[in-house]
């Protein structure tokens, strides 16, 4: 007879799931030994919970299948509490796997014991506590179907150590997912409608499309509609930057300019999107005024702040198919909006070349990465300063990918590099981190090495917490408080991961730069960044 981990891991596989991320601990070692049973499972041993938990939601982005963590109870699960987090802000369907103290002590305030439903409540979808093996069949079917269902985002089973090494009677259970809910064919018809009669729209895309499948529908409707594209905070991939309809992202602040234009729409087509405060620029767009069709799978999201015209609770990949009977028509001064948003967008990604005497500004890292690409690159960024350039001054294309975190989170990018990386090894992975989120999870670029895959780490030094730096300048100008790193040598850092490291100190090293990124195999670069470059006021040398 199977233990409830044994069917754990069997339903896990036969979902095709076939990789789980883990920081090891005695309180699941049940779970351990079922893994080591099953060989379709991939377990990549971590360095922390929390660079397993964002490796787990980097390999969802690429699969579309929940990622899978499995932490200990208590400090493991306080760890990867980032990644939970991480995930919902970002709809990504992830689920945490929490060894538990035994069932007999549950709620005793046992060693390391936590409530997870209390702990998680408000930022997972769902939290199961496993007390009876035979309930393992259900609870993992329901994680699954909840982690992946509607607007899809974490769940956490909480699994007693006891209990997971006990026979299970029940057998197991398929997965059930609801098909992609459609509009009706009445608002269909009536945001057709709209949609022929909108002089200036804008089609705003969110996480409706996180799949290949999803970013060729968008293109295909924003095309045969004639509609100008703007992507929600942190989705440069989802549509091709240098298509004449992209018009940008909605981010954290954008210029006035295009704010001002955007604030003209006289449609604003929302699909599947949340509507959250930096896509909406603080909740103030769209405006009071402005006409509003807002599609997005989870009704939670819809009518509560940004009163639509239409709001539909439907998959947005579905919603794009019930208007395939539609013939799609534009009025003639449409061309003109789309290549006044367009312009909009060109204009802000420039960057002039310019020197600093503390270094290089990451801006034209950033260019020379776009210019060298692969057209199937894989991008990794970490929360900071330096990142910004990645988001408006590079061009994504698709089957290009960005993997960033939407909810902002430092340490994300060296996992999520090296999870990338694990999962699609013929292709060029670069991850790049600031020095601030390098001393986080940077420590995960072991398990690439180890592992073997050709990870390409850029780190930026500028020896500053320089987001909040920019901030505090603004606010406080001269007064530099908590914000000034004191770095190590981060050449030799690198160098202790036994790859070869490039140390970028100016422009003059650009050629260098590009060698490392373009050579086989792993590398490290350090990129000596200029702090000035970024700060209010930046005045360059030339």
Not at 91 to 115: C, H, M, S, W, Y
Not at 452 to 468: E, T, W
Not at 470 to 481: C, D, L, T
Request: proline content about 8%; some cysteine.
């Amino acid at each position: 007879m199977p233990t409830a981990a044994e069917r754990i891991v069997e339903f896990l596989a036969a979902q095709g799931v076939d990789r789980a991320f883990c920081v090891p601990g005695e309180s699941y070692i049940a779970l351990l030994d079922a893994l080591h049973a099953h060989n379709t499972l991939d377990l990549v041993t971590c360095r922390s919970e929390g660079g397993a938990g964002f490796m787990a939601v980097a390999d969802a982005k690429l699969t579309g299948l929940p990622g899978v963590v499995l932490v200990s109870r208590g400090p493991g699960a306080c760890n990867a509490s980032i990644a939970v987090h991480t995930a919902e802000q970002d709809a990504t369907p992830l689920i945490l796997l929490v060894g538990q103290v035994e069932k007999r002590d549950l709620r005793r305030n046992a060693f390391q014991e936590i409530d997870y439903a209390n702990m998680f409540r408000g930022v997972a979808k769902w939290v199961g506590e496993l007390t009876d093996p035979d309930q393992a069949p259900e609870f993992i079917a329901r994680a699954f179907a909840q982690a992946m269902g509607g607007v899809p985002g974490p769940v956490v089973l909480s699994l007693p150590e006891d209990v997971l090494a006990m026979e299970c009677r029940a057998p197991l259970m398929p997965a059930t997912l609801p098909a992609p809910v459609p509009p009706a064919p009445a608002d269909a018809a009536r945001l057709a409608a709209l949609l022929r009669g909108a002089e200036r729209p804008i089609l705003l895309a969110g996480h409706g499309f996180e799949s290949p499948t999803g970013r060729a529908a968008l293109l295909d409707f924003a095309e045969a509609w004639d509609l100008p594209v703007a992507v929600s905070f942190r989705r440069q991939d989802l549509f091709p930057n240098q298509h004449p309809l992209y018009a940008g992202d909605l981010g954290l602040r954008n210029p006035d300019a295009q704010r001002a234009a955007f604030a003209e729409a006289d449609l604003v087509l929302a699909l599947g999107t949340r509507l959250t405060d930096i896509t909406t620029q603080g909740w103030t767009w769209p405006a009071a005024g402005q006409r509003l069709v807002h599609v997005c799978a989870d009704p939670r999201f819809l009518g509560w702040l940004f009163p639509a015209e239409l709001a539909i609770a439907a998959d947005a990949q579905a919603t794009i198919a019930a208007l395939a009977a539609e013939p799609p028509a534009a009025p003639p001064c449409r061309a003109a909006w789309n290549a006044r948003l367009r312009d909009l967008h060109v204009s802000d990604c420039q960057v002039v070349p310019r020197r600093f005497e503390d270094g290089v500004a990451f801006a034209e890292v950033a260019k020379l990465i776009e210019r060298i690409a692969p057209p199937d690159v894989i991008v990794t960024l970490d929360a900071g300063t330096f990142g910004a350039p990645f988001y408006r001054k590079a061009a994504w294309t698709p089957p290009q990918r960005l993997l960033v975190p939407v909810s902002g989170a430092m340490g994300f990018g060296v996992p999520a590099g090296v999870a990338a990386a694990l999962r699609l090894p013929d292709r060029t992975v670069i991850a790049l981190v600031g020095d601030g989120g390098a001393l986080m999870t940077g420590g995960e670029y072991a398990v690439a090495v180890a592992r073997g895959v050709p990870l390409k780490l850029v780190l930026s030094d500028n020896g500053s917490y320089a987001s909040i730096r920019i901030h505090q300048e603004k606010a406080h100008p001269g007064r530099v408080s908590g914000t000034s790193l004191i770095n190590p040598d981060f050449a030799q850092w690198c160098a202790a991961f036994r790859v070869p490291v490039t140390v970028i100190d100016g422009k003059d090293d650009f050629p260098a730069l590009e060698a490392a990124l373009q050579a086989p195999g792993a590398a490290a670069i350090v990129v000596r960044t200029s702090l000035q470059a970024v700060l209010p006021g930046a005045r360059a040398t030339e």
